[in-house]
């Protein structure tokens, strides 16, 4: 199965440098790393602690075996979004290290052996998508980690009789698309790879173990068949786009947006050379073509459902770029064994990692202004200053998680404000307020204490916040309201 030997020095530094930059995703994740769309994963995370059950209980229009996952181990370590970020850094490190190791087993050549599995690290490690969002506290660590680990799995079980490999890739594959259904398109390719070779019972096997990571949202199904249904399917389908009036147009620029991007333009050139060398090469041994094949499909079938999301967004991509990093790997060590003549690796990989790493600094350049946890932290300290334990908050996600505030029913989840056309049955049964009835609330003075970061929106213009609390403060260009007028 394998060409090179991993005991041997080599393979040693190869760890060595994959630590390295997995390092240097880990401090990124203590210090700069942040999304606004991670403070809900968090809160629900901390609700599921608390004991409250996700679609039951409040709004997650999300699998919710990452928020699981979460829960758990900060019921072991406590709630904190460092502890979510190292996790995340830690299994997106393990994402690089399952890509370099396969080319480093799969490629020929010696010489260039090690220059080709170095790439593959640097292609997904400094891709600027994967550094940036790939240590945050989303589901995007998670399924890097098990979408890789399900295909390396699922081309190792080629070589291997029984059931027990395939029921591992099926398992690793459920992981990735029940902590986040945009990945789900890898557990069809895989299963028909897996079929192909007429192992129906390596293929049952793959089914058998995919169903596992679903376990809890059957469970939730079982428990609420229509909340389950609207937050996985239903508010994804009508609801995400309306506060997209352009989304079709801004769908567009997303899928050309990869002309702007050096990082993306390098791994597209590189990856497209790599099947070439593939289909033309005579040195590969007998099925290698078929896993890079597979990968090269993964690709296009995670890329492809990334792409068909309304909206979407170039964030999504970075699910694809283990894939793409490999075969790109393989264009790098095609180029380099056939014209790269008396030429020594090394200088081309410096050259080539000096070019990700200059993309990567540019991408931490460009977030330089951007929000940290450190500015939501200060805000949150306000909040806990200004309002008491028990009493009724408005905030968004993360100063609820931060503040261990239990947020009132229907305030979970910021976005479903939006939804405006269900009847006061359906709402209440999906724990969602819409706009018209947050803004019936604030004017009852229904909230002691107001937070919000979304100052310059036409909604929270319309509540005219400053006439109806006596004290406010900006913090981190996040306004926190306190003190009502009429309490």
């Not at 003075?445 to 213009?461: K, Q, S």
Request: neutral net charge; glycine residues 8%.
């Amino acid at each position: 199965m394998c060409t090179a030997d991993r005991g041997r020095g080599p393979y040693l530094w190869l760890c060595g440098f994959v630590a390295l930059l997995g390092a240097a995703l880990l401090v990124y994740s203590q210090t700069l790393a942040f999304t606004w769309d991670e403070g809900f994963h968090l809160l629900a995370a901390q609700l599921i602690g608390a004991g409250k059950k996700p679609y039951l209980d409040f709004c997650f229009p999300q699998a919710p075996l990452n928020a699981y996952w979460t829960a758990a181990w900060m019921r072991i370590f406590g709630e904190s979004w460092r502890l979510a970020h190292a996790l995340a850094a830690l299994l997106t490190t393990g994402a690089m290290l399952l890509a370099a190791d396969f080319v480093y087993t799969r490629l020929p050549v010696s010489r260039w052996r090690m220059a080709a599995a170095f790439s593959a690290a640097l292609l997904t490690g400094l891709n600027s998508a994967v550094f940036e969002h790939g240590a945050v506290g989303q589901a995007y660590g998670i399924c890097l980690f098990a979408t890789v680990a399900a295909f390396r799995v699922a081309v190792a079980a080629k070589y291997h009789d029984g059931a027990g490999l395939p029921a591992l890739a099926g398992f690793l594959a459920g992981v990735a698309a029940a902590s986040t259904l945009l990945s789900a398109a890898a557990m069809p390719v895989l299963l028909v790879w897996i079929a192909l070779r007429k192992r129906w019972k390596k293929a049952a096997a793959f089914l058998a173990g995919a169903l596992v990571p679903f376990l809890p949202t059957l469970w939730l199904f079982a428990r609420g068949p229509r909340q389950t249904l609207f937050n996985l399917f239903e508010y994804h389908l009508r609801y995400r786009i309306v506060n997209w009036p352009d989304a079709t147009q801004h769908d567009f620029e997303v899928l050309i947006s990869w002309l702007d991007s050096g990082h993306a333009l390098l791994l597209i050139l590189l990856a497209a050379a790599g099947l070439l060398f593939v289909r033309a090469g005579i040195e590969w041994r007998e099925g290698v073509r078929s896993e890079f094949t597979l990968c090269g499909c993964l690709a296009l079938a995670i890329g492809a459902e990334v792409s068909s999301t309304h909206p979407t967004f170039p964030r999504y991509y970075l699910l694809v770029v283990p894939f793409v990093a490999v075969l790109a790997a393989v264009g790098f060590y095609g180029i380099g064994t056939r014209v790269g003549g008396s030429v020594r690796p090394l200088w081309p990989t410096l050259a080539f990692g000096l070019l990700m790493a200059f993309g990567c600094a540019k991408m931490l350049y460009d977030r330089r202004d951007v929000y940290t946890w450190r500015d939501i932290e200060q805000v949150a300290r306000k909040v806990r200053e200004v309002t008491p334990a028990q009493a009724p908050l408005w905030a968004d996600e993360s100063i609820y998680f931060l503040t261990r505030h239990t947020p009132p029913s229907g305030m979970e989840f910021g976005y479903s404000h939006t939804i405006g056309d269900l009847t006061p049955q359906r709402a209440a049964q999906l724990h969602i307020l819409s706009e018209s009835e947050v803004k019936r609330l604030v004017e009852a003075g229904a909230y002691a204490t107001i937070e919000t970061c979304d100052l310059d929106t036409d909604f929270i213009d319309s509540l005219e916040l400053p006439k109806l609390y006596r004290q406010t403060a900006e913090i981190s260009d996040c306004g926190v309201y306190w003190d009502k007028v009429h309490p």
